[in-house]
């Protein structure tokens, strides 16, 4: 039987600073999903102050999402000195994405990393960040507005 659920979640690696996109790519021997360098111009028409570098996004949901975020490292995870290096050399962040999108009434995904994540994080200095959006019916959304 197929999954019905309509709860998703994506995970992915993001790098934000100040750095050439090409370069990293380069010095990780990995192509982003996608990248942008400093000074384009972003949809919404400005200029962007800072580059960014975006790798490994995993939309094969589970549950469990530690396993999409296990995914989104997995290459990344014989790379960590090149990482330290790119931390060291560069004005620059490290994220782990994860953006789950519940839907009101469906059971919750479990956002607990495992130590093997937790362990990758801390030895390249790399933020955990939750982007969390809920979806409720216009219905039940009426009624939780009108009891405010």
Known sequence: MEDQTLTKCFTYFSMVGIFDPDTIS???????????KIGDIGITGIKFESADWNYGYCYDYDVDVDEQMRKT?????????????????????????????????????????????????CDTQTKLDIDLYVDIPDSIYANIKSNW
Not at 26 to 36: A, N, Y
């Open 26 to 36: 380069q010095m990780l021997e990995l192509e982003p999903e996608d990248s942008s």
């Open 73 to 121: 490292i997995a290459p990344l995870m014989s790379k960590i000195d090149i990482l330290k290096k790119i931390k060291k050399s560069y004005d620059v962040d490290f994220y782990l994405e994860v953006v789950p999108t519940v839907v009101y009434g469906e059971s919750t995904p479990c956002l607990a990393p495992s130590l093997e994540v937790m362990k990758f994080c």
